[in-house]
Nanobody, 119 residues
């Protein structure tokens, strides 16, 4: 099975910073792109950032200039550096990986890490 484990969430004051990590393991043997989504209470899951296999990046408009996504291929890990956090950033941040297993290409999701930003 494919396992994605996120870490780095927590409680911070507005204007503070956090760095999220997501490490994949298990049956996945090649990773194409990795990204982050957020899900606030009562809301649909929303796109935050993505990084491709060539390290090209894309961000939601709401986080441009504040968040930076990066990856370490030697560790099968994707990071999200979150700066200038706002209360509206409060959500569960979920890691998403697109890669290949013996069954073929597929999308895999982590369980999420909670980010709470106080005013």
């Amino acid at each position: 099975q494919v396992q994605l484990v996120e870490s780095g969430g927590g409680l911070v004051q507005a204007g503070g910073s956090l760095r999220l990590s997501c490490t994949s393991s298990g049956s996945i043997f090649s990773i194409n792109n990795m990204g982050w989504y957020c899900q606030a209470p009562g809301k649909q899951r929303e796109f935050v950032a993505i990084i491709t296999d060539g390290s090209s990046t894309n961000y939601a408009d709401s986080v441009k200039g504040r968040f930076t996504i990066s990856r370490d291929n030697t560790k099968n890990t994707v990071y999200l550096q979150m700066n200038s956090l706002k209360p509206e950033d409060t959500a569960v941040y979920v890691c998403r990986v697109y890669g290949v297993t013996v069954a073929g290409w597929g999308t895999y999701w982590g369980k999420g890490t909670l980010v709470t930003v106080s005013s």
